[in-house]
């Protein structure tokens, strides 16, 4: 059985009548908050995530304003961003949209690392592209301070003693209050942790990597490694690119995704890999329609509900895509229905391994060859 809990309130409107209805009104009394790792902040279950604003996605930077502003009515006081956004567009929305009064409440994220041009030294996790990209996202997003600074990806052309000795810098500067990483493995995780305490640097608090129903890799040693070093997990992806939204379903005429020229081996229905994500989210499609809840509900709780989340992030396109996804901070999902998403998916196992988005480099041949 899948439950509400009591912090928000479901009014019926005529479309409830259907069998499957989908459309809902909610009213979030509050979200519960969350500790951020150790860091004694508090942050909402669920993430304002915000590549699609802007030129990667909704082009309409007022539309864009009035989902982010949506988002913190609702109750969303964490917002992630990064500077390869639409190429520091994103930034630029997200500051303005917290303008008047807005960002002191808020706790704000963003990532650097991803190239911004052609430059070779304007990219990676170097000393010098740190200091210079970071006042670039302080200007963009209109703020003395970042909360959240985040390593996009592993850099393997730089020592972390390198990343943690400018971030920490960052830190004593007041320009950024604590320091993170995206999709590092759990063996740099642990290598940053000890080249922190073995140096004295700024510590890595959270960890944000992908992670969802058809995305469970992380599960074997990415989440317990944060949870034995205390460190918070921001995951992003919740519903697999939108393979989870409800729309991926045999029989019916599928979507085309805005992303398929982009990255083909994701979502490229010619391959077999997807072929059986799309098995998946069939299958999973049956199990929600069975406890009476949108898929993209069922998706999102069954990740904010994992002990080691912290938070999930939404990435909305639209206003639609956003009121689709809150109803999911008030989703509890019992043992028997964790255990039939377990044998449509087994824990630890992604469906189609290019969505776990790192190419290890030790497995390239030039690593593997003399």
Same mark, same amino acid.
């Given at each position: 059985?899948?439950?509400?809990?009591?912090?928000?309130?479901?009014?019926?409107?005529?479309?409830?009548?259907?069998?499957?209805?989908?459309?809902?009104?909610?009213?979030?009394?509050?979200?519960?908050?969350?500790?951020?790792?150790?860091?004694?902040?508090?942050?909402?279950?669920?993430?304002?995530?915000?590549?699609?604003?802007?030129?990667?996605? !909704?082009?309409? $930077?007022?539309?864009?304003?009035?989902? &982010?502003?949506?988002?913190?009515?609702?109750?969303? !006081?964490?917002?992630?961003?990064?500077? &390869?956004?639409?190429?520091?567009?994103?930034?630029?929305?997200?500051?303005?949209?917290?303008?008047?009064?807005?960002?002191?409440?808020?706790?704000?994220?963003?990532?650097?690392?991803?190239?911004?041009?052609?430059?070779?030294?304007?990219?990676?996790?170097?000393?010098?592209? &740190?200091?210079?990209?970071?006042?670039?996202?302080?200007?963009?997003? !209109?703020?003395?301070?970042?909360?959240?600074?985040?390593?996009?990806?592993?850099?393997?052309?730089?020592?972390?003693?390198?990343?943690?000795?400018?971030?920490?810098?960052?830190?004593?500067?007041?320009?950024?209050?604590?320091?993170?990483?995206?999709?590092? $493995?759990?063996?740099?995780?642990?290598?940053?942790?000890?080249?922190?305490?073995?140096?004295?640097?700024?510590?890595?608090?959270?960890?944000?990597?992908?992670?969802?129903?058809?995305?469970?890799?992380?599960?074997?040693?990415?989440?317990?490694?944060?949870?034995?070093?205390? &460190?918070?997990?921001?995951?992003?992806?919740?519903?697999?690119?939108?393979?989870?939204?409800?729309?991926?379903?045999?029989?019916?005429?599928?979507?085309?995704?805005?992303?398929?020229?982009?990255?083909?081996?994701?979502?490229?229905?010619?391959?077999?890999?997807?072929?059986?994500?799309?098995?998946?989210?069939?299958?999973?499609?049956?199990?929600?329609?069975?406890?009476?809840? $949108?898929?993209?509900?069922?998706?999102?709780?069954?990740?904010?509900?994992?002990?080691?989340?912290?938070?999930?992030?939404?990435?909305?396109?639209?206003?639609?895509?956003?009121?689709?996804?809150?109803?999911?901070?008030?989703?509890?999902?019992?043992?028997?229905?964790?255990?039939?998403?377990?044998?449509?998916?087994? $824990?630890?196992?992604?469906?189609?391994?290019?969505?776990?988005?790192?190419?290890?480099?030790?497995?390239?041949?030039?690593?593997?060859?003399?």
């Amino acid at each position: 059985m899948v439950l509400r809990n009591a912090h928000s309130e479901l009014f019926e409107t005529p479309e409830r009548s259907a069998k499957h209805a989908t459309r809902r009104c909610y009213m979030f009394s509050y979200m519960v908050l969350r500790s951020l790792g150790r860091t004694g902040v508090k942050v909402s279950p669920l993430c304002l995530g915000t590549m699609m604003l802007g030129g990667w996605g !909704n082009e309409d $930077p007022a539309a864009s304003t009035r989902i &982010i502003h949506r988002a913190l009515d609702a109750g969303i !006081n964490f917002i992630d961003t990064a500077d &390869i956004y639409a190429r520091g567009e994103t930034e630029e929305i997200v500051g303005k949209a917290l303008a008047g009064g807005r960002r002191a409440d808020v706790v704000l994220a963003t990532k650097f690392n991803r190239p911004m041009d052609d430059d070779l030294n304007h990219r990676g996790n170097s000393r010098r592209w &740190i200091m210079r990209e970071v006042e670039a996202s302080l200007r963009r997003l !209109n703020t003395d301070w970042i909360d959240l600074y985040q390593v996009h990806r592993p850099d393997p052309d730089t020592d972390i003693d390198e990343t943690l000795s400018a971030l920490s810098d960052l830190v004593h500067a007041g320009k950024i209050r604590y320091i993170g990483t995206s999709t590092f $493995p759990a063996s740099h995780i642990v290598e940053a942790q000890w080249s922190a305490k073995a140096h004295g640097f700024e510590r890595f608090v959270t960890e944000q990597p992908p992670y969802s129903i058809l995305v469970r890799a992380v599960e074997n040693d990415v989440l317990p490694t944060c949870q034995r070093h205390g &460190i918070g997990v921001i995951t992003w992806s919740p519903i697999a690119g939108g393979w989870l939204s409800g729309s991926y379903r045999k029989g019916v005429v599928l979507p085309i995704s805005r992303r398929l020229d982009r990255v083909a081996h994701r979502f490229d229905l010619a391959r077999p890999e997807n072929q059986r994500k799309l098995d998946a989210a069939d299958a999973l499609g049956v199990l929600a329609d069975e406890v009476g809840i $949108p898929l993209i509900e069922l998706a999102i709780a069954w990740v904010v509900n994992h002990p080691a989340i912290t938070s999930a992030i939404i990435g909305p396109r639209t206003m639609d895509h956003l009121e689709s996804q809150l109803p999911s901070v008030n989703v509890s999902i019992d043992a028997e229905v964790l255990d039939r998403i377990d044998q449509i998916v087994p $824990p630890g196992a992604t469906v189609n391994v290019a969505d776990q988005v790192y190419d290890n480099p030790a497995l390239l041949p030039a690593a593997r060859r003399r």
